[in-house]
């Protein structure tokens, strides 16, 4: 017999001190992310969303302003990591906000896929993921990677140790 989850997970709201620290730890602490300019619109234990707003230094491409393929690659798998923090900070609501944060220590990435179907091309550009498992040593992922008109550019799969 399956036991139902008590509290499921849509329900679940971030205490502000989590989110804070989640921020501080992606925008500021992981430096590289610092350098993409990524910055988290929105956060819940379903779905990460983040913006980066184009200027020359994420160029890849001088004659056509498009955005470099790598800045798109580390956005998605930076991404897919802040979706698997947001669960695993979900699944364990019954600990303070603090000890969740400690838990991303052991977090990283160990298979990434990235499809890229258009060029990118826009003034900045939206980032989201959702988890689509979280196990006890794997989450699997699932990230998009869109234009200020909500066009897709890209879009991305990846898995990620958790333990």
Do not use: C, W
């Amino acid at each position: 017999m399956t036991k139902a989850h008590p509290d499921p997970i849509g329900a679940i709201e971030f205490e502000p001190e989590f989110v804070a620290g989640l921020k501080d730890l992606f925008e500021e602490k992981i430096v590289f992310n610092k350098l993409l300019g990524l910055r988290i619109t929105s956060m819940t234990a379903e779905r990460v969303t983040a913006r980066i707003d184009m200027r020359n230094e994420l160029i890849g491409h001088y004659a056509h302003n498009r955005i470099h393929g790598g800045v798109i690659s580390a956005g998605l798998d930076a991404m897919g990591g802040l979706a698997v923090m947001a669960a695993i900070g979900a699944r364990h609501m019954d600990e303070p906000p603090l000890q969740r944060l400690h838990r991303f220590t052991k977090l990283g990435t160990i298979d990434l896929r990235i499809d890229y179907l258009r060029p990118g091309i826009s003034e900045y550009f939206e980032l989201r993921a959702e988890v689509m498992r979280l196990g006890s040593r794997v989450a699997s992922t699932r990230m998009e990677f869109l234009g200020a008109d909500g066009k897709l550019f890209s879009t991305g799969a990846g898995a990620y140790i958790v333990s």
